[in-house]
């Protein structure tokens, strides 16, 4: 028989339920869990979690360290407060900016608030395992991590102190840390299908810095700040920063030769278009920054945007910025406005294009002379691409990589982030442990997180209702909800009822409050969410009461011992 559970009265159970949705609330999750008790706001982007809230908080934390502890993780708890050095070595002492909680102690010393630890892992490893027999290991914790977010919206879906559970893989060979990156999109996969959450995995880097080396698991929600890119026809799935199209080389053979347009006054691509009465598309833009000071011409359609995000990411570490006017001063090849790649690709810049620029392709493109314009421009005859990176910000109806069907934009919530991190920390601190040949390997680590705080507020966000908190079973803070409509005999067939579900090992609350009327009581019990709901009564003194599923609204009259039959099996 199950072990007996709780039985939590909610007349002893500190709870405040609100009929009205906070001020700043923009996001269901955020006015459903406040309205329901479950979180209230500490200061900007710091919550403190009530009881019911806490149980759900919990019941997540559950669920992962189930899903950890199978894969062999081994769970540990590090400091949240931590001394600079380790993250001056990394360089995210600098590189985290403004993200970062720094703080000084009494003798001056400085310190910050952990946002993640990848630092602080590695010193322990290093001084934990010296042989390669140590490894490979698994580590993880669920902890309070810190972020001084700009703009901490939607509750507790972006904090500035937050629960993760962050874990590390520590191998000694690649083949090893693909097997632990594995290990954990196994556990993510199984921990979200039991957390209820519908999910995508999506490639977080583009194909160009080698696929499965990051992934995100996104679950989509009207709320999420993430935008990613779906395929209806096949699974393909990927952060829209990590789109990459796939354009095949044409004929463009009988393309005539160059010829050049007179196109006074068009230096934009709009004007350009309109001056030609041609469609945007069939003009190419040359987009000019510098990388690392450099000048470089990026080349897209003339009806699409270039990504700077992407660029950057695919270009980094390199710095990329817009060109300035000054740049244009002693280069006189360079004709703001009319830039063409012809006669200048590989000489007066590098040049980088979108896939669609495909050899063969032909393009009205600027002549490099002041007003004026060339037509019949011809990737591969006239001009050659140094480097094809796929720079354009992604549109709906874009071609699937994979299947050639028009893509869907959708918005989503960044639930957790696996990522084969390599050898950066394990260099940074020199985390080497003995090989079997008895000479020193270079430890190989792969990093992996889940928002466990946020997972509650995406679960409200995918799982409610007009009328409220519509949890999971396995999430939920009780199983069943008993609701004693008011008078004392309804009053002490609830308290039996819950006293017999308990005893069965079902979690129960029972709102026993006097002097809440049952319409009260009937709204705070939809607002909360518990998946099954229990009324004792109009006909509490037959003994019948009436269970209702929280979902489906679906209700049915059932005499006591059959409802607990019903609920305890
Ligand atoms: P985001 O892009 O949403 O800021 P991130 O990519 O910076 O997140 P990671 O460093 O990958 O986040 O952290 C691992 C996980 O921690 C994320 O997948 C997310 O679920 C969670 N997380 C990150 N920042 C926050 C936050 N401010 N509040 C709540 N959860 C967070
Ligand atoms: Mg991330």
Redesign the pocket.
């Known amino acids: 028989m199950a072990n007996a559970a709780q039985v939590q009265r909610m007349s002893r159970l500190m709870i405040k339920t609100l009929r009205d949705d906070p001020a700043d609330a923009e996001t269901a999750s955020h006015k459903l869990l406040v309205r329901a008790g479950y979180v209230r706001r500490s200061s900007a982007?710091i919550w403190t979690w009530l009881p019911l809230g806490k149980k759900v908080l919990e019941n997540v934390s559950r669920v992962v360290r189930e899903e950890m502890d199978a894969i062999g993780g081994q769970e540990v708890l590090l400091p949240a407060l931590l001394p600079k050095e380790p993250y001056e070595a990394s360089g995210r002492w600098e590189e985290y900016g403004d993200l970062l909680f720094r703080l000084k102690d009494r003798k001056g010393a400085d310190y910050l608030l952990g946002?993640?630890h990848e630092e602080i892992f590695t010193l322990t490893v290093k001084d934990q395992c010296t042989s390669y027999k140590d490894l490979p290991v698994i580590l993880y914790q669920i902890q309070t991590?810190y972020?001084d977010?700009a703009r901490?919206r939607s509750g507790?879906?972006?904090?500035?102190e937050?629960q993760?559970k962050?874990s590390y893989s520590f191998d000694t060979t690649d083949e090893g840390l693909a097997e632990s990156y594995g290990l954990h999109r196994q556990a993510y996969q199984r921990i979200f299908e039991r957390l209820g959450l519908d999910y995508r995995i999506v490639s977080a880097v583009s194909g160009a810095m080698g696929g499965s080396a990051s992934e995100?698991?996104l679950a989509p929600a009207a709320a999420g700040?993430?935008t990613f890119v779906d395929c209806p026809e096949c699974d393909y799935a990927a952060n829209t920063e990590a789109v990459t199209a796939k354009v095949a080389p044409v004929d463009g053979s009988a393309v005539g030769e160059i010829e050049e347009l007179d196109t006074p006054d068009t230096p934009t691509i709009e004007a350009l278009a309109a001056h030609l009465g041609v469609p945007a598309s069939a003009t190419l833009k040359n987009l000019l920054v510098k990388v690392d000071g450099e000048i470089v011409a990026v080349g897209v359609p003339g009806d699409r945007e270039v990504d700077m995000g992407k660029l950057g990411e695919h270009l980094a570490p390199a710095v990329v910025e817009l060109v300035t006017a000054e740049d244009f001063v002693d280069r006189p090849e360079l004709v703001r406005g009319y830039v063409g790649p012809q006669g200048l690709a590989g000489k007066a810049f590098r040049y980088i294009a979108d896939p669609r620029i495909a050899a063969g392709t032909d393009w009205i493109t600027g002549a490099n002379k002041e007003g004026k314009h060339a037509r019949n421009v011809v990737t591969g005859r006239d001009f050659e691409v140094d480097d094809y990176l796929d720079v354009v910000v992604v549109e709906p109806g874009d071609p699937c990589p994979n299947c050639g069907a028009g893509l869907r934009i959708d918005r989503a919530?960044?639930?957790?982030?696996i990522?084969q991190l390599g050898r950066k920390y394990a260099d940074a601190f020199e985390l080497d442990v003995l090989g079997q040949n008895g000479k020193p390997v270079r430890v190989t680590m792969g990093s992996y997180?889940?928002?466990v705080?946020?997972?509650v507020a995406a679960l409200a966000e995918q799982t409610h209702d007009e009328s409220g908190l519509c949890w999971p079973r396995e999430i939920a803070p009780a199983d069943v909800h008993v609701v004693a409509a008011g008078k004392a005999k309804q009053t002490e067939l609830a308290l039996e009822i819950g006293e017999q579900l308990g005893a069965a090992g079902v979690r129960v609350l029972v709102d026993d409050r006097a002097g809440v009327s049952p319409g009260v009581k009937f709204t705070d019990a939809e607002l909360l969410g518990v998946p099954t709901i229990v009324v004792a009564g109009r006909r509490a003194a037959e003994g019948v009461v009436e269970v209702k599923d929280r979902r489906t609204g679906e209700r049915e009259e059932l005499t006591v011992e059959e409802a607990v039959a019903r609920l305890s099996a």
């Not at 919530?413 to 982030?417: C, L, P, R, V």
């Open positions: 982007g946002p993640t991590k972020r977010e901490p507790v879906l972006r904090g500035r937050f993760m962050d995100e698991f700040e993430d919530i960044e639930i957790g982030h990522f997180g889940i928002g705080s946020r997972a």
